[in-house]
């Protein structure tokens, strides 16, 4: 017999107060006559020595009865040998590996196995075990639903943690935990039912690592989460990374800085304060420049200034940090381009009178392209070859051809760009309306016809009239658009003054108000000088004056090479080509144009333009060299910069975000005590032998106190 509340016993000591009050001399019940009692003291009840009890029977009554209540607060229950016998329930277990790049501190990866396999040897006959490795997107590698074919479930770990190695992509801990999470919820059959999921999360839990997905998560309650952390060799790290060139402002005659901005940060748990910087060539050799000398103190960031890049630079190497995974940053400078201004036009033979002659004395070259000015006849075949990537803008000019029209239509939608000059009287403008209808919406009507009505209305809200406008003095620039990034440039008050640019002549553009046309900017009479309409995937750019002395002073003034600049650009000047990415970013559709990359390990790959299975394509740090038709690019792929913040972050900001922590699981220990107790509570419940014992008290105080009476009314 067992007792769920022994400590009740402790009442059966009221056994002794029947024997007390046996033993107390009592009050005699008989009164007699006394002739006076005032010289004598009332005396109460005392404890005698008497050599026996009077009544045994009434006492042992009185005394069982008091034990049977004891014993029925104890509630005893028999425990069946079956009762006794509980094994603790399996457990699934997922282990959770963080593969991303800072677990290539030194030491890490070392501690890693050696926690894995601790795990493994903790596991028991009734637990079961999963492995899923994760960087920024996790992967399962052994499912803890699914048993290995020919192998134990801790063997298929075993196995493919053998083939398990840091990448170098970066870490998304909220991704990884949800899924795992997931996992372990979604498990079926009896055994999930009544096992403890657990994950067991082996990481340096580096603060870098993003926790985005587990704001909106809701945590499985049945799911725990064990962190079984990582240690380096050395707690300290610091990174160097080289920033993007700056967006300067375009001035002509400006050149950019040649020198490269690196960003240097310090952990705050590091020990070192002083480091150097030094840039180095392909074979990781340093070159003869001047090292920089950086000092940042723990849990600081600062920028630095690194000598002009030589040629035979690839990255800037960080000297003097014990962490080496993220001390070198590589960097690509974009490589010029070799495109053609185009022109087509040009009656006059008077040279200064010529549109053509001031685009061929200026210079358009920048450290990104090199413009090539060439003049064709509008009847040229070649016109019918021209790839958009070879050709920056195309000016036409009078006089105007339709045949130009038919062979720039394919370029114009195919992403080129066209300037069509107005730079002469309406009288000859006809065909100058004709081209421009031609490229906008097909339509080859004259100035004097109206457009078909039976064409498309967005066609006809293309099409456009132009006719020479009023004679004046002069005219000049107003209402210009700075906020478009063709005059953004001049933006700045210091620039953005035109009213030194005197139009002696320009036409007058009539146009749908619910067009597509933009006007960017105007004359002071209000007509149209600059207008803009997309075609496709190209850009039509339409100027109703001339730049030649005879129709303006455009020419002579500092904002044309500018304009003229900005036209050629595909996006005006407001967005630099990117030469850093971050390992694991996707194919970039600008690369999609050429035929094949190689990358730092000599890997070459064909870029098909279909393709979409390129995930692991940029999945080192280094330079990676695209060629293809003609063309060469270089692009430098570094580890995302939040790998670098390698000190921990703290359990309890997970545990705040609703996830439930196995450091507030009970023991194999304490669960078998609770569950023994659980069961000892259904057998007492069940059986409730202490309302046996109670009614057994009941009926013997009440065989008592009849005993008693009978007993009292014999002797008196």
């Known amino acids: 017999m067992s007792l769920l509340a022994p400590f009740y016993f402790l009442g059966a000591a009221a056994i002794g107060l029947p024997i007390l009050f046996h033993l107390v001399r009592r009050r005699p019940k008989q009164r007699m006559a006394f002739s006076s009692l005032m010289f004598l003291r009332p005396a109460p009840p005392r404890l005698t020595r008497r050599s026996r009890l009077d009544d045994l029977l009434l006492l042992l009554m009185r005394a069982l009865a008091i034990l049977l209540v004891a014993a029925a607060f104890t509630r005893p229950f028999f425990r069946s040998a079956a009762s006794t016998q509980w094994e603790p329930p399996g457990r699934d277990l997922l282990i ?62 075993v196995a493919a943690m053998k083939t398990l190695q840091p990448t170098w992509y970066d870490s998304d801990l909220g991704l990884a935990l949800a899924t795992a999470a997931d996992q372990l919820n979604g498990l079926g059959g009896e055994q999930a039912r009544l096992s403890r999921k657990v994950i067991v999360l082996v990481s340096d839990l580096q603060s870098g690592s993003r926790l985005d997905m587990l704001q909106s998560y809701p945590w499985p309650p049945d799911v725990r989460l064990r962190i079984e952390p990582t240690t380096p060799a050395d707690s300290g790290n610091a990174s160097v990374t080289v920033l993007e060139p700056t967006e300067e402002p375009e001035t002509p005659g400006v050149e950019p800085d040649p020198q490269r901005r690196v960003r240097v940060f310090n952990s705050p748990l590091s020990t070192a304060a002083q480091f150097t910087l030094h840039w180095v060539d392909a074979k990781d050799q340093p070159l003869d420049t001047a090292s920089v000398s950086a000092n940042v103190p723990p849990g600081e960031m600062r920028v630095f200034r690194m000598p002009t890049q030589p040629a035979d630079a690839v990255a800037v190497q960080l000297v003097g940090d014990a962490q080496d995974f993220d001390n070198r940053s590589y960097v690509s400078a974009p490589e010029p381009v070799n495109k053609r201004l185009l022109f087509l036009g040009d009656s006059s033979a008077e040279p200064r009178e010529r549109l053509s002659y001031y685009l061929q004395q200026a210079s358009f070259d920048t450290a990104l392209q090199t413009i090539q000015f060439e003049k064709l006849s509008p009847d040229a075949a070649e016109l019918e070859t021209l790839s958009v990537n070879e050709v920056a803008l195309v000016v036409v000019a009078e006089p105007y051809s339709n045949a130009a029209a038919e062979r720039l239509d394919d370029l114009l939608r195919a992403g080129g760009r066209v300037l069509c000059v107005l730079s002469e009287p309406v009288q000859a403008s006809s065909d100058a309306q004709r081209l421009i209808n031609r490229l906008t919406t097909g339509d080859t009507s004259s100035a004097d016809e109206d457009v078909d009505e039976n064409e498309d209305d967005d066609e006809r809200k293309r099409a456009i009239r132009i006719r020479e406008a009023d004679e004046r003095d002069y005219s000049l620039l107003v209402d210009i658009d700075f906020r478009d990034p063709l005059f953004s440039i001049f933006a700045d008050p210091r620039f953005s003054d035109f009213s030194k640019i005197r139009v002696w002549s320009h036409r007058t553009v009539e146009v749908d108000a619910s067009s597509d046309w933009q006007t960017l900017a105007r004359f002071d009479d209000g007509a149209p000088a600059l207008l803009r309409l997309d075609v496709g995937d190209g850009q039509l750019l339409l100027l109703t004056t001339g730049w030649q002395p005879t129709a303006s002073q455009l020419a002579l003034s500092t904002k044309f090479l500018p304009l003229i600049a900005r036209m050629m650009d595909p996006t005006a000047g407001e967005s630099k080509p990117r030469t850093q990415y971050t390992v694991g970013d996707p194919l970039q559709d600008a690369w999609r144009a050429f035929s094949t990359w190689q990358g730092p390990d000599g890997r070459v790959e064909t870029i098909r333009p279909t393709a979409t299975d390129m995930t692991d394509w940029f999945a080192t740090p280094g330079l990676y060299h695209f060629a293809g ?58 059986q409730q032998w202490w309302r046996w014992l109670v009614l057994s008290a ?17 002797l008196g």
């Open 698 to 714: 009941l009926g013997l105080l009440l065989t008592e106190s009849w005993w008693a009476g009978w007993r009292a009314r014999r």
């Open 96 to 157: 959770l590996v963080d593969t991303s790049a800072s677990m290539r501190q030194a030491g890490v990866w070392d501690d890693v196995l050696e926690t894995v396999e601790q795990t493994l040897e903790d596991l028991k006959p009734q637990d079961r075990v999963g492995l899923m490795s994760f960087d920024r997107q996790p992967t399962t590698l052994v499912d803890v639903a699914i048993a290995a074919d020919e192998l134990s479930h801790a063997d298929a770990v």
């Open 629 to 686: 038709d003609g063309l060469q690019q270089t692009v430098a792929f570094n580890i995302d910069a939040r790998e670098s913040e390698t000190q921990p972050i703290d359990a309890d900001k997970l545990e705040t975000m609703g996830i439930r922590l196995s450091s507030h699981e009970l023991t194999d220990e304490q669960l078998a005590e609770q569950k023994r107790q659980m069961r000892d509570v259904e057998l007492e419940e069940n």
